[in-house]
């Protein structure tokens, strides 16, 4: 079967879905390009209030094609570069789309796949999930912001032990430590996420994105610096209409219709 992304909506939600299922949906710079398009074209939509990623037949993203590298070691280091840089590119868009996006991971979540699964704002994850930063047992290290990722969230010394003995992580560990959000049944990832993009769809857009992008910059910015942001953000949320609505709606004890 021939590596594709497919989208659907569920309501307000865009459910992108990684689908090779002969190779666990594993990464190729085909699936990256596809989907930075469907990553776009949700950006694009005033109807998307968030956006699902998950994986095709139990399984989320075995990370890169094995094959594919094996081919990539014969040719030119440049060509290999760019298409690291295409997954980043992929990471960047993630990261700074305008909406929320979840992570419905069931089965395995390895390598590139994982740390696609980190970068996204949500994970929703089945408690039999596969989690592993796979690239030691091949003699790799971590792409796809996995290192930057971890490193801002877990003790350097796991970190360390993931990354080098390349073992799975228990599901229930990575929620204990604040890295999944909901753990839930095996087979009910994507239902559990979905009905998180259902509450996110009730909140105000305009505010949510703003929440993001200073969430973003957060770690990277002194406190002043952070603070003035925040004084910013506020302003510009406190002169939208959907300010309006949220303020009226608690004042008169009837749930808000945010636009």
Known sequence: MTASVLTHRVEQ???ITLSDPGSRNALSPALYAALVEALDTAADDAEVRSVVITGASGHFCAGGHLQRLDRARHGSREQQAQAIDALHGLIDTLRALPKPVIAAVEGAAAGAGLSLALACD????????????SYGRVGLTPDGGATWLLSRS??????REWVWLAQPIPAQSMHQLGLVNRLCEPGEAIREATAL???LAGMAPNAVAAAKALLGSAGDRPLRAQMDAERESFLDQLFHDNAGEGIAAFLQRRPPAFR
């Open 13 to 15: 939600c865009t459910v």
């Open 197 to 199: 993009a259902a509450q």
């Open 122 to 133: 949500l994970l929703v994850v089945s408690r039999d999930a596969r989690l592993v930063l």
């Open 154 to 159: 877990v003790p350097a010394q796991l970190v």
